[in-house]
Nanobody, 121 residues
């Protein structure tokens, strides 16, 4: 399984970004997709998770109501729409994949290289 993220960048507080993750490889190994982030000096944080078909979705409390995870199975792409961004959202964001949901995204088997999100005040 290979995961390639895009869409990161710099934005002012209150702005929006949409991250994309294009997945390839064995489908059964990526039935659960997610995003996690890590900022310098901070622990990894699971941000959002979605299962194939979208029946299971999870959001961390820190992003609930501001971020939305979605997927386009025809494009093998998972998205993370991030609205009302805050300086504390600044981090490297990683896409991750796993055969099933239940674990935190940072514990998923597969991960991409990450895309940087920087939010200025």
């Amino acid at each position: 399984v290979q995961l390639v993220e895009s869409g990161g960048g710099s934005v002012q507080a209150g702005g929006s970004l949409r991250l994309s993750c294009v997945a390839s490889g064995y489908t059964a190994s990526r039935r659960c997709m997610g995003w996690f982030r890590q900022a310098p000096g901070k622990e990894r944080e699971g941000v959002a998770t979605i299962s194939t078909g979208g029946t299971i979705r999870y959001y961390s409390d820190s992003v609930k109501g501001r971020f939305a995870i979605s997927q386009d199975n025809a494009k093998n792409t998972v998205y993370l729409q991030m609205n009302t961004l805050r300086p504390e959202d600044t981090a490297m964001y990683y896409c991750a994949a796993h055969p099933w949901c239940g674990a935190a995204p940072y514990d998923f088997t597969y991960r991409g290289q990450g895309t940087q999100v920087t939010v200025s005040s």
